[in-house]
């Protein structure tokens, strides 16, 4: 992977529900690399905290605005507000709709949806929330097709289960406890996933790394969603209660 501490230099980053968990990774790696960054949340008092510690890291780099993406005229004003104090010759990403306003004059950018490990794995989820993570893909998928002729990258992160405050306080339990459990599912052992690990991979689809790199899911699970263990393990549970080695 490259390794420049400027990557992302030029380059404007829209983070909706930037003020925690994967958002506030992925600001906190975007700013590191040298893109300017509007942090979008609705949880003000920590966004504009994780605002005020990147300010003080890198200048006047870092802006948040209030933003609930169910919103439209919220979305809208977080894309003037970007184009507004950094955009100038350069897109960048997020906001959809309105992303792509400012995106198709100037012919480029990139637009990356955050989906989920749902979008690929069945029956571990509730439909609901089954149905939107695909929705997101779906929705994905055709912007790249449509805005693909302005130059306009579109690509869509799926995340496997990673300990989160969000994941944590939906399960009730601590994060130790939550990470044993995590670790204890994967297939890719010896790891145990982090919300940088997948601001490491929007890193690289914001980037020019990935300047031919539209359409994708990413998915980012140490290889979960490859396998159905479910008949080695009932093998295996088999065995040992008849005492038998498998």
Do not use: W
Request: hydrophobic share 40%; charged share 20%.
């Amino acid at each position: 992977m490259e390794a420049l501490p400027n990557r992302l230099e030029g380059k404007v980053a829209i983070v909706t529900g930037g003020a925690s968990g994967f958002g506030e990774s992925t600001a906190r790696l975007f700013t590191k690399y040298g893109a300017k960054v509007v942090i979008a949340d609705v949880q003000d008092d920590l966004g504009v905290a994780l605002c005020n510690d990147l300010v003080s890291e890198s200048g006047d780099n870092v802006i948040y605005v209030h933003c609930d993406v169910t919103q439209e005229s919220d979305v809208k004003n977080a894309v003037d507000t970007a184009v507004s104090m950094f955009v100038n010759t350069f897109g960048s990403f997020l906001g959809a709709k309105h992303a792509a306003r400012v995106m198709i004059p100037a012919k480029r950018g990139v637009i990356l949806f955050t989906s989920s490990i749902a979008s690929v794995v069945s029956g571990e989820s509730p439909h609901s929330y089954t149905v939107s993570k695909h929705a997101v893909v779906g929705l994905m998928k055709n912007l790249c097709v449509e805005l693909g002729q302005y130059g306009i990258r579109v690509n869509c992160i799926s995340p496997g289960s990673v300990s989160t405050p969000l994941l944590t306080n939906a399960m009730g339990l601590e994060k130790t406890a939550v990470d044993d459990i995590v670790c204890a599912s994967s297939v890719l052992k010896e790891v145990v996933p982090t919300a940088e690990d997948i601001a490491e991979a929007a890193v690289y689809l914001g980037s020019d790394a990935s300047k031919f790199v539209s359409g994708i899911n990413l998915v980012v699970d140490g290889a979960y969603s490859t396998t159905n263990p479910t008949y080695t393990k009932i093998i295996k549970q088999t065995f040992e209660a008849f005492g038998k080695k498998t």
